[in-house]
């Protein structure tokens, strides 16, 4: 059983055993909680046999998501993206912008705030100035290549700047756009990094993944990793817990409203959208 930081206020309705909405500790949301501790059910009964129908105690809540035991186990930051960067496994589908750089809000969600080639989040870059000031729009067929998709949502992708500067105006392999990445290239719990086709191999000496300094940081990040589940497991959150989370600041796109939107089922699916459902998950 792990240990809860206890520091929370919570309320027990007349329902026994039953806790109204109120925010879970670990990451706010309201709602969809739920009284899994056998001792905050034992409270509470106790309390309500006091004949108290709201109280503050030293208990602190969570929602389903943040008290399932996966709360402990971060999950590998360098998993590739199994989608590929193609028009039909795009969730948002925007169009009509006169800039490219409009889009930016769309792809940061699309892409779940990390670079597409080298898989850098936007919470690793510490000299950032604002959540995606180290980030940008890449064109995947370059704006030399195809001039006439210079602002079609499509052909665009989210990455770090130093994959942005690396990659420059080259176009990628068309592979490496249909295909999901996770067939090209494998990132290994060593920080390594696996070409598995010649078009992965073609990103890899890209974007500079298998350079030392690309390496010791994705050891760094792991160790970081490890550091931040030892301290969710003493029951500590931590910044370095941070790293692996959602951005705290989401964006609802819904309000964007740009001059078309193809795909307007996907802001259901925006990061927004699940958070404000309880679905979004804590670590990614
Ligand atoms: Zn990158």
Redesign the pocket.
């Known amino acids: 059983m792990v240990q809860r930081t206890p520091q929370r206020t919570w309320r027990v309705n007349p329902l026994f055993g039953m806790l109204a909405a109120s925010n879970c500790s670990p990451c706010a949301l309201t709602g969809h909680l739920a009284p899994l501790r056998p001792e905050s059910l034992m409270l509470s009964r106790s309390l309500k046999e006091q004949g108290l129908g709201l109280v503050c105690t030293p208990a602190t809540i969570y929602c389903e998501s943040c008290y399932s035991p996966s709360v402990h186990s971060i999950p590998f930051p360098f998993t590739e993206l199994n989608r590929s960067l193609a028009p039909n496994d795009r969730r948002h589908g925007p169009s009509g912008y006169s800039e490219y750089s409009s889009y930016k809000p769309w792809l940061r969600d699309e892409y779940d705030f990390r ?6 989040r936007e919470a690793w870059d510490l000299n950032a100035t604002s959540a995606a000031s180290g980030f940008g729009v890449d064109h995947m067929r370059s704006q030399h290549d195809a001039p006439d998709e210079v602002t079609n949502y499509d052909n665009l992708c989210y ?2 700047n ?3 500067r690396q990659k420059g105006a080259k176009s990628l392999p068309e592979r490496l756009i249909k295909e999901p990445l996770a067939t090209h290239l494998r990132f290994n719990e060593d920080g390594s990094v696996e070409a598995l086709t010649k078009e992965g191999a073609w990103l890899r000496d890209c ?1 500079f993944l298998a350079h030392p300094e690309a390496v010791q940081r994705r050891q760094l990040i792991l160790d970081l990793r490890s550091a931040a589940m030892a301290d969710l497991a003493a029951g500590h959150d931590s910044p370095k817990a941070r790293m692996f989370q959602y951005p705290s600041e989401l964006e609802n796109l819904a309000t964007r409203n740009p001059p078309k939107n193809s795909r307007m089922a996907g802001l259901e699916d925006s990061a927004w959208a699940r958070r404000e459902r309880g679905e979004l998950s804590r670590f990614f």
């Open positions: 670079c597409v080639y080298c898989l850098a990455c770090c130093e994959c942005n974007v």
